[in-house]
Nanobody
Framework: VHLLESGGGSVQTGGSLKLSCAASGRTYSILCMGWFRQAPGKEREGVALISNAGDTIYADSVKGRFAISKDNAKNAWYLTMNNVTLEDTAMYYC??????????????????WGQGTQVTVSS
């Protein structure tokens, strides 16, 4: 499975941005889709995930501001970022998981990763 992110860029605080992740290859194996981010000097953290059934989980830091969604027909999922803050500046990665039982709050994704797209928030 190959993942390709798009939609990153620069945005001012309070603004919005939508990231996209397009999957190709053996997409039928994907059970869970997610977004992660890594800011300079910090560890990578799970931001949001969505299961094949459409169940979603969000990190506390983005609840109420970010929304994850998917389009099965396009083999794609999205992260809509609203009311962004300086703390949202990071490299954002989409990821997919094919193992059963890994679509939960642990954000344990090992199978497939994109190259990342940079999001920079400025005041």
């Amino acid at each position: 499975v190959h993942l390709l992110e798009s939609g990153g860029g620069s945005v001012q605080t309070g603004g919005s941005l939508k990231l996209s992740c397009a999957a190709s290859g053996r997409t039928y194996s994907i059970l869970c889709m997610g977004w992660f981010r890594q800011a300079p000097g910090k560890e990578r953290e799970g931001v949001a995930l969505i299961s094949n059934a459409g169940d979603t989980i969000y990190a506390d830091s983005v609840k109420g501001r970010f929304a994850i969604s998917k389009d099965n027909a396009k083999n794609a999922w999205y992260l809509t970022m609203n009311n962004v803050t300086l703390e949202d500046t990071a490299m954002y990665y989409c990821a997919a998981e094919a193992r059963v039982g890994h679509c939960d709050t642990r954000f344990l994704f090992d199978d497939y990763w994109g190259q990342g797209t940079q999001v920079t928030v400025s005041s």
